[in-house]
């Protein structure tokens, strides 16, 4: 009988228990791996933005002479009607006059500056300029006011006689005062402006419409200018009360600047108004020339500015919670990336808004965590930047989601999504 060799039971139970470890062991790397395998970025979208439409203006102007029109702080509304020829500017010449003097012999705001005492040249004006039918104003009787009197009844008045007399004061002749003005219109670029006398009744004191916007700003600019021609009515010693020659202001938001009146000039006049418009102030500065009288000047310059106030308009860019894009996780619903405030910007007439998102990677987040930016390109203005943030939280979805959705969107390799 032969003889039979049994192996130990613990010889044949040890295949069996490596095996059963090994799956363990296998089963236990697969979950620890597909637990602690990092997440690949959430997908991101971008939204499609809507550009807000804003109309073209519809301004009124005339239908005569030449018309420049333009709100400061916003080179795209600058706009002109009627020829671009420099035309006589009239007494709309003293502002350039003022703002001249003012520069050779400055005076501070609240001040009454040096005293000008009128000598017998200037006393002789009097008689010369009312003999060609100009504005004038007596002398005080002791021969001396100051400097800020006179530009009161210069440019207020529009008083040619204090007007020559500025101008013999701080250059001593008509010649002086002609090299000045020319040396400062270059400066200022004005090239299109020309001043041989300081009163505005020679009619070869010229200008464009657009020459004399910008000359109202600088006019603006000039706060003793400015607080000036913003005067209704004073009382002058040694002249009486005088009242501003503009009769539209107050009027309309209107504070200013200058009127202008002569035979080959027609009725001029360089305005400026004020408005309210997106919670600050717009000044619109504005000239027109070549009017039949007054009159009908002011009426059409308030319809112009009315339609001028009228293109102003706030554009909202986007509000605050605006959906700019979306992550994607696949444990979870969509979480959107917003606008974490609102944006808007003060505009005047058509313009062109556009938008462009950037979105950064995300993997896990909370809300309100930023999370990129939108970026608005508006036209004739600075871009705005808006800040985005998740409306929501990307949470991790814990074991279990990972185990019951093995590697699923977990990042295997660079630029590998896996689920």
Known sequence: MPNVVRRPRSALRRPVTLGVVAVLLLVAAFLAAAALVPFAPATASTATYEAPRVRAPELRFPDYGATAVEAEGFPESLTTSGDRQQRSIASISKIVTALVVLEEKPLPVGKQGPSVRFTPAMEALYAEYAALNGEVAPLPADGRMSEYRVLQVALMESANNYAGSLAL?????????????????????????????????????????TDLVDLGQLALAEPVVKEVV??????????????????????????????????????????????????????VVGAMLGGVDHDALDADVRRLLHSVADDFHVVTLTNEGQTFGTYTAPWQDEVDATASRAASVLVWGSTTVSAETTLEPVTLGAAGERVGRVRFTVEHHDPVTVPLELDGSIDDPGVWWRWTNPFRGVELAPGALVG
């Open 169 to 209: 004061w701080a250059f001593g002749s008509m010649d002086a005062y002609r090299a000045a003005a020319a040396t400062w219109l270059d400066d200022h670029g004005l090239d299109d402006t020309t001043i041989v006398e300081p009163t505005g009744l020679d009619p070869r004191n010229r200008s464009t419409a």
């Open 230 to 283: 913003g005067t209704a009515s004073v009382t002058v010693p040694g002249v009486g009360e005088i009242e501003n020659s503009n009769k539209l202001l107050g009027m309309d938001g209107v504070e200013g600047i200058k009127t202008g009146t002569l035979d080959e000039a027609g009725a001029c006049l360089l305005f400026a108004a004020t408005y309210e418009r997106g919670g600050r102030p717009v000044t």
